[in-house]
Nanobody, 122 residues
Framework: QVQLVESGGGLVQPGGSLRLSCAAS????????MGWYRQAPGKQRELVAA???????NYADSVKGRFTISRENAKNTVFLQMNSLKPEDTAVYYC????????????????WGKGTLVTVSS
């Protein structure tokens, strides 16, 4: 079994910064893409940022230039540095990882964390 556990959420004022972390544990052969998604009240879950095992990144237009995703492959951990936060960034942030199973045929399965709440408010 695989678990993804997020941390680092909280309350921050507009213009402030937060750093989210997500650590994957369990029976892991490797992890392909890892990403952060968010879901605001009354809205659908949306991709915030993603990163491949090789370091290629992808960002939602709304966070480009403000958020940075990174990962430590050896520790199966992904981070999201969030700067210049805005009230519209308020949401539950979910970690996602495509985990390759340790036995043939080495299928990649999507796993999700339970989420961490980020509130941007004065």
């Amino acid at each position: 079994q695989v678990q993804l556990v997020e941390s680092g959420g909280g309350l921050v004022q507009p213009g402030g910064s937060l750093r989210l972390s997500c650590a994957a544990s369990g029976t892991i052969f490797s992890i392909n893409a890892m990403g952060w998604y968010r879901q605001a009240p009354g809205k659908q879950r949306e991709l915030v940022a993603a990163i491949t095992s090789g370091g290629t990144t992808n960002y939602a237009d709304s966070v480009k230039g403000r958020f940075t995703i990174s990962r430590e492959n050896a520790k199966n951990t992904v981070f999201l540095q969030m700067n210049s936060l805005k009230p519209e960034d308020t949401a539950v942030y979910y970690c996602n990882g495509r985990v390759v199973q340790p036995t043939p045929p080495y299928v990649a399965i999507n796993y999700w964390g339970k989420g961490t709440l980020v509130t941007v408010s004065s």
